[in-house]
Nanobody, 128 residues
Framework: RVQLVESGGDSVQAGGSLRLSCAAS???????????MAWARQAPGKEREGVAL????????FYADSVQGRFTISRDNSENTMYLQMNSLKPEDTAMYYC??????????????????WGQGTQVTVSS
């Protein structure tokens, strides 16, 4: 069973940066062990939205328009951890951020909301 644990959420001022981490157990990041990994977020009163997606074998990535050019998704196979580097943060980035994983291919941003495995979330708050 895949388990995901997020960390790194914090309160920052607009323009600041944060790096979120997602530690995986029950799944090993190696090149021939393919998975779709994603970061999603949910703000109060809004639907959960996928913000970044990575195919762990091919390294292909997808970003939502709202974070393109500011956020970077990556993974460290040696640490079995996925990251989300968030730069130039805006107040509208305030949300609970979740790590998610799925094993349906090809990886598709349209399926993030139905991914099979989810972490508990980590809160990001950006003040103006």
């Amino acid at each position: 069973r895949v388990q995901l644990v997020e960390s790194g959420g914090d309160s920052v001022q607009a323009g600041g940066s944060l790096r979120l981490s997602c530690a995986a157990s029950g799944y090993t990041f190696v090149s021939n062990n393919r998975a779709c990994m994603a970061w999603a977020r949910q703000a109060p009163g809004k639907e959960r939205e996928g913000v970044a997606l990575i195919d762990t074998t091919y390294g292909t990535t997808f970003y939502a328009d709202s974070v393109q050019g500011r956020f970077t998704i990556s993974r460290d196979n040696s640490e079995n951890t996925m990251y989300l580097q968030m730069n130039s943060l805006k107040p509208e980035d305030t949300a609970m951020y979740y790590c998610a994983a799925d094993f349906r291919f090809p990886c598709s941003d349209s399926r993030v909301k139905t991914f099979a495995y989810w972490g508990q979330g980590t809160q990001v708050t950006v003040s103006s």
